[in-house]
Nanobody
């Protein structure tokens, strides 16, 4: 079973950048995703990447600002976050799943997070105005 550990959160001003890292062991799973949850809000999917990195998925709210990538040699998935906004403030979670999780990303709606079987402990991102 895959285990994941996130890092890289912090506090930045609006317009700033952060890069989150997710180390998977023993290896990156078929579909790796980033989710976030703000206080009082439901968890939402931010981005996902297919194993190999050839295909990526983004939520509309982060398109053009966030980039998901992976380094297979380091078993690490990254989330580069640029042009951060206060609305991006949340706890960010890395999740691992099968191809099914990525293939059904757009169609699964609120059930999306349930298609990922492994979760990290989360890393806090705070963006101040």
């Amino acid at each position: 079973q895959v285990h994941v550990v996130e890092s890289g959160g912090g506090s930045v001003q609006a317009g700033g950048s952060l890069r989150l890292s997710c180390v998977a062991s023993p290896v990156i799973d078929s579909c790796m995703g980033w989710f976030r949850q703000a206080p009082g809000k439901a968890r939402e999917g931010v981005a996902a990447i297919y194993a190999g990195g050839a295909r990526t998925i983004y939520a509309e709210s982060v398109k053009g600002r966030f980039t998901i990538s992976q380094d297979n040699g380091k078993n690490t998935v990254y989330l580069q976050m640029n042009s951060l906004k206060p609305d991006d403030t949340a706890t960010y979670f890395c999740a691992a799943g099968t191809l099914w999780a990525c293939n059904t990303w757009y169609s699964s709606g609120p059930d999306r997070e349930n298609r990922f079987g492994t979760w990290g402990q989360g890393t806090q991102v705070t963006v101040s105005s």
